[in-house]
């Protein structure tokens, strides 16, 4: 079966540059067991690396968090087996489990939020998942984009809260898998396989903690 890894970078309320994107296609690269597509959905496509294949897109709602939404418009016509990853991840083992689980759609499970109804603007708060870190089979989920209108990200948080309400038969991956930087020491990693590196970002986490920046390729 094919395999699709895809990013998404846009501008918005996190500075992010294509380095994180050419960092990103390495730790793929290095992580994974098999031949894959490197994509990236990007409002920038002439600035990307030469060895990553740029799709253009357009920010979402005016939030570059919901132009994540873009990964599954039937316009891309991708078919068998599609891995995202968030820019500000760092990979740490083996994606083969996560790319290879049974499900035709599944994120990482996340219960971070769930006491709260309501974020700071009055939205609503349906968390079950972490989109930092999805899985599909291409060609299917596209009711999450055609689906949305800019009204849902009035209402709700953000667009894991859009895929929980959307998708709440999802598959949720272990937790254990995903850890936020905040909840590790450095190596070993145990069953880790992704660290969600949310606050600091990849570039601040170099400088912070010196275990970071080989990992990242950024030694």
């Known amino acids: 079966m ?8 846009v501008r918005g309320e996190v500075a992010y540059t294509p380095e994180y994107v050419s960092r990103l296609r390495a730790m793929a690269t290095r992580w994974l067991d098999r031949p894959f597509r490197f ?7 002439d600035a990307m690396p030469v060895d990553v294949e740029p799709i253009a897109i357009q920010k979402l709602a005016g ?21 995202y990853l968030d820019l500000d991840t760092l990979v740490v083992a083996s994606l083969a489990p996560i790319v ?13 939020g ?3 109804a309501r974020d700071a603007f009055g939205r609503l708060i349906i ?5 930092s870190v999805m899985v599909w089979d291409g060609g299917t989920q596209t009711y999450l984009y055609e689906g949305w209108t800019p009204a849902d990200a009035a209402r709700l948080s953000g667009d894991q809260d859009w895929i929980a309400e959307q998708a709440p038969d999802a598959a949720a991956l272990p937790r254990l898998w995903f850890p936020r ?10 069953e880790a396989k992704v660290i969600l590196s949310k606050v600091p970002k990849n570039h601040q986490a170099v400088a912070r903690y010196p275990w970071f920046a080989p990992l990242w390729g950024a030694a």
């Open 181 to 190: 930087l905040s909840e590790v020491t450095g190596p070993p990693f145990g």
């Open 2 to 9: 094919s395999l699709t890894v895809a990013c998404v970078l």
């Open 39 to 45: 994509c990236c959905l990007t409002d920038q496509p």
């Open 127 to 131: 968390r079950r998942f972490n989109s």
């Open 100 to 112: 290879d689980d049974p499900a035709a759609f599944a994120l990482t499970a996340d219960p971070i």
């Open 63 to 83: 939030f570059g968090y919901w132009s994540k939404l873009e990964l599954f418009n039937p316009a891309r016509r991708w078919t068998g087996r599609v891995l």
């Open 114 to 116: 769930r006491g709260r």
